[in-house]
């Protein structure tokens, strides 16, 4: 298991937006399945949104309308397009790549990025 590394958290003001990304610190093949998840403060991790490859993308109710999860296969990033946050949006950010090598999956994640939404 290796790191990911996110960047693009931090501060902003409700109504505001930021954009997540995740990459991979080596090459680690193409990943069949990404997904962004978040932990806000005092609660358990939470599924965010995901896009897995040849499949629709999915998002929690939560921010459906709101983010847009996207990936750049070619230079194995994965983005969170964050808009209208609002102050329940403040968690730390999580991003998940799964790599299948024969019948073993490789279950990658980012060390987390903070985003807080407050005026």
């Known amino acids: 298991q290796v790191q990911l590394v996110e960047s693009g958290g931090g501060l902003v003001q409700p109504g505001g937006s930021l954009r997540l990304a995740c990459t991979a610190a080596r090459n680690i093949g193409s990943p069949y399945y990404m997904g962004w998840y978040r932990q806000p403060p005092g609660k358990q991790r939470e599924w965010v949104a995901s896009?897995?490859?040849?499949?629709?993308?999915s998002y929690a109710d939560s921010v459906k309308g709101r983010f847009t999860i996207s990936r750049d296969n070619a230079k194995n990033t994965l983005y969170l397009q964050m808009n209208s946050l609002k102050p329940e949006d403040t968690a730390v950010y999580y991003c998940n790549y799964k790599v299948l090598i024969l019948t073993a999956v490789n279950d990658y994640w980012g060390q987390g990025t903070q985003v807080t939404v407050s005026s």
């Open positions: 896009i897995p490859s040849g499949r629709d993308t």
